[in-house]
């Protein structure tokens, strides 16, 4: 390995080293952030979404949770998000077809 391929593969080991220590961090924020705060959990949602978005390169989060026959957003990090409860029978939603299909559902980039 020459000279240039050696500071080149140090560069690339130094940013991922610099990213794991970010998510690390960012880990450890969280889990502090929930431990400290059992009685709230708007708090711990909205530092989940928080989080989220900074690991994930600003992806729109959010957490929503089922009451009854509805879901409902708890937590986001867009404010404009409709946090009215929407019936879990509207398959439009991806949020409700992945909670009853009880799977992942991945919505493409839409940028």
Not at 89 to 106: E, S
């Amino acid at each position: 390995m020459d000279e240039g391929e050696e500071r080149c593969n140090s560069a690339v080991l130094a940013a991922e080293l610099k990213r794991v220590r970010a998510e690390q961090a960012a880990v450890a924020d969280l889990l502090r952030t929930v431990s400290s705060t059992r009685s709230d959990p708007h708090t711990p949602f909205q530092a989940i979404v928080t989080y989220g978005r900074e690991l994930f390169d600003g992806t729109t989060m959010a957490i929503r949770l089922v009451e009854g026959d509805h879901s409902i957003v708890v937590a986001t990090t867009r404010p404009v998000l409709e946090r009215c409860p929407v019936s879990l029978a509207d398959q439009t939603l991806a949020a409700n077809r992945a909670i009853a299909d009880c799977a992942v559902v991945h919505v493409p980039d839409v940028r």
